[in-house]
Structure formats: structure tokens, C-alpha cells
């Protein structure tokens, strides 16, 4: 089965080939970072529109690179939310617009579950069950997931995002947008024993997370010290919530029985983050995995590769109604 994935539910337009035999056969991804930097963070209508340009020149890309034509096609995926809505609609309307010419399928896909899922496109897939730690953009969550669609949510951030935080920190060090890379980049530099933040929740006894307070003890102290110190800063804050996202990981391993702990999203690439868990689960018996860097940022190879998992509830049909507010844990099994 051969599967169009795409992807337009923020600020990265992205288009792939997934082939249920052969694999990944293309992909091609356009990221809008260097035009929403000029506003410190994404505008919605700037991104939509943006979709509408690159989104057909994409698929053009990977149709071009796979040997493949629409006529070879089995089937379509898009994300169908969570996201911007406008962005959410660019994607969803040429999805099933194209379906409908060619006579095939369309399935929309969360996209959280893309993530979640994009660790077993990988040589060395993990089997089911495992607990999936879902960092990416202003979702923060831990999943015991049984399979495709068998997810059972077991904490999640009751405010800030760790990726929230991280980009909002970076602002207050002067950074930019979008600042978790440039912050990670940073705290490499620095002292991370210099200053003492807080681990927010840290205790709490259960698998929920809060990064509001760390940020605001980040502005407290930047505030007091100027930005002289910005590397240690950086470092302190890192490591104060990568500590808290491995604690917390671990810990529902441990309850869960789980031996295997997937690690999906943007801050999934955070190199210290990768260090501390791998070591610390190794410890513990647990193998950790991780999607392919190229695939921690939103793509279209998870769309495509979930939308292969789930094309057996595929409908024919001109709807093409997005979810810019859809809880994971609503889906159903396959």
C-alpha cells in the first residue's frame, strides 16, 4: 500500500511516500522559521498562506524522487489537527481534493499520534506496549501506548509545555524564535551548577508536569543577574527540566512495567536530554527510542506512516473538517 502523507498543522509544510513494503520512499519538509522569526513567534495567516505555496511544489518533489506517480497511489494521509486551523485546512483540503480525482482513500491523522508513531519507521522499531513521552511544541505528555490507537494517557502538563518553555526562556536570553536549539546550544557553554531552579512537580507522586514556575524563575533571576551569566542561565534551566522529564519518564516505566520508553517530538533532539535518559533507563533495564532527528520536528513521513496504519478506516467522502482541539486518547484502535 503506497500512501501520500501530508503535513501543515503549524509552521512546517511537509510532504512523503510511505509504502507499507518498501518503506520511506521520499520526503520533503519546508520549514517557515526564518519568517516568523521576524515577529518572535508564529502568525497564523502568515503560515497558512504559506502552505498554500509550498505545499503542491512538495509533492511534486517527492513524486519526483520516488519514481512514483499519482496513479500508483493507494491511498491519502493528512493531519487533521491538533493545530492552527487555517494551516490544518490548507493540508486537509488538497488531501482530499486529491483523493477525490483519483478515486482513493483519504484519512486524517492526529498529529500527535504521527510523533508518537515515528520512532517505528526507524531499522530498529519498538514493540508494543511502551510508554511514548510526547514533548512536542505545547503538548507535554506521558502515554502507555498497547498499540495503534490503544493509548492510555497517563500524565501531562497542567500548564506550560517543556517546549513552551524551553522557546520562552530562550526569549528572556535574548535567543530569538524558535529558541530550543539556540538555548540547548547555549547551556553547552555554561555553568549549570551556578544557579539553582526549581523542578517543578518534581515529587508530586504522579506523572503530571508544570514548566510555568521554572520559567518564571528564569525571568525571576534574569532580572536580578542581566543577561552576563545568560550561558549558565541556559545550562541551569536545561537541566532542570530534562531532570524532571526523566524522573517522571522513568517513574512510569517502573509503574507501567514497561521496558521500553519511545521519545517523540521536538524536544526529543535535545542532545542532553538524549544523554541523561539513555544512560539513566540503561540503569534501569529500559530501552529508550527516538525518531531520526530530521523526523523530531513536524514532517510528512509519521503522516504518511500513520495513515498506512489506519487507511482501513479510510472513507471516500468531499468532508475534509479539521480538529484544531483533538485529545489523543480519543482515537480508535486499529
Known amino acids: 500500500m503506497l500512501v501520500l502523507g501530508v503535513e501543515s498543522s503549524c509552521d512546517e509544510t511537509g510532504v512523503a511516500l510511505y509504502d507499507s513494503t518498501r518503506g520511506l520512499l521520499a520526503h520533503a519538509l519546508y520549514s517557515q522559521i526564518a519568517?516568523?522569526?521576524?515577529?518572535?513567534?508564529?502568525?497564523?495567516?502568515l503560515a497558512s498562506r504559506d502552505h498554500i505555496q509550498r505545499i503542491l511544489p512538495l509533492t511534486r518533489q517527492v513524486f519526483g524522487?520516488?519514481?512514483?506517480?499519482?496513479?500508483?497511489?493507494?491511498?491519502?494521509?493528512?493531519?487533521?489537527g491538533p493545530g492552527l486551523a487555517g494551516a490544518l485546512l490548507v493540508g486537509a483540503g488538497m488531501a482530499r481534493a486529491l483523493a477525490f480525482a483519483l478515486d482513493i482513500p483519504a484519512v486524517g491523522v492526529h498529529h500527535l499520534e504521527g510523533h508518537m508513531l515515528s520512532p517505528l519507521i526507524s531499522d530498529t522499531p519498538p514493540a508494543f506496549p511502551f510508554v511514548a513521552l510526547l514533548v512536542s511544541g505545547g503538548h507535554t505528555q506521558l502515554m502507555l501506548v498497547s498499540g495503534v490507537g490503544r493509548y492510555a494517557l497517563l500524565g501531562e502538563t497542567l500548564d506550560d509545555a517543556a517546549g513552551e518553555a524551553f522557546d520562552k526562556t530562550a526569549q528572556l536570553l535574548g535567543l530569538g524564535y524558535p529558541g530550543g536549539p539556540a538555548l540547548s546550544?547555549?547551556?553547552?557553554?555554561?555553568?549549570?551548577?551556578?544557579f539553582s531552579l526549581p523542578r517543578p512537580m518534581l515529587n508530586s507522586g504522579?506523572?503530571?508536569?508544570?514548566?510555568?514556575?521554572?520559567?518564571?524563575?528564569?525571568?525571576?533571576?534574569?532580572?536580578?543577574?542581566?543577561?552576563?551569566h545568560a550561558a549558565d542561565i541556559a545550562a541551569a534551566f536545561?537541566?532542570?527540566?530534562?531532570?524532571?522529564?526523566?524522573?517522571?519518564?522513568?517513574?512510569a516505566c517502573r509503574q507501567s512495567g514497561a521496558t521500553r520508553l519511545v521519545v517523540a517530538g521536538g524536544v526529543?533532539?535535545?542532545?542532553?536530554?538524549?544523554?541523561?535518559?539513555?544512560?539513566?533507563?540503561?540503569?534501569?533495564?529500559?530501552?529508550?527510542?527516538?525518531?531520526?532527528?530530521?523526523?523530531?520536528?513536524?514532517?510528512?513521513?509519521?503522516?504518511?506512516?500513520?495513515?498506512?496504519?489506519?487507511?482501513?478506516?479510510?472513507?471516500?467522502?468531499?468532508?475534509?473538517?479539521?480538529?484544531?482541539?483533538?485529545?489523543?486518547?480519543?482515537?480508535?484502535?486499529?
Open 65 to 80: 524522487e520516488s519514481g512514483c506517480t499519482l496513479a500508483d497511489l493507494d491511498g491519502i494521509a493528512y493531519t487533521q
Open 185 to 194: 546550544t547555549l547551556a553547552a557553554t555554561g555553568d549549570a551548577t551556578r
Open 268 to 334: 526529543g533532539a535535545n542532545s542532553h536530554l538524549r544523554e541523561r535518559l539513555t544512560g539513566d533507563a540503561a540503569k534501569r533495564g529500559i530501552t529508550v527510542f527516538y525518531p531520526r532527528m530530521e523526523f523530531c520536528t513536524d514532517n510528512g513521513a509519521m503522516i504518511a506512516f500513520a495513515g498506512v496504519q489506519r487507511m482501513v478506516h479510510a472513507q471516500k467522502d468531499l468532508g475534509f473538517a479539521v480538529r484544531p482541539r483533538w485529545d489523543l486518547a480519543t482515537l480508535e484502535a486499529v
Open 35 to 45: 519568517m516568523h522569526n521576524e515577529y518572535g513567534g508564529v502568525v497564523p495567516e
Open 238 to 251: 536545561q537541566v532542570a527540566a530534562v531532570e524532571v522529564l526523566v524522573r517522571k519518564s522513568l517513574a
Open 206 to 228: 504522579d506523572f503530571d508536569f508544570s514548566f510555568s514556575g521554572l520559567k518564571t524563575a528564569v525571568l525571576t533571576l534574569v532580572r536580578k543577574e542581566g543577561l552576563e
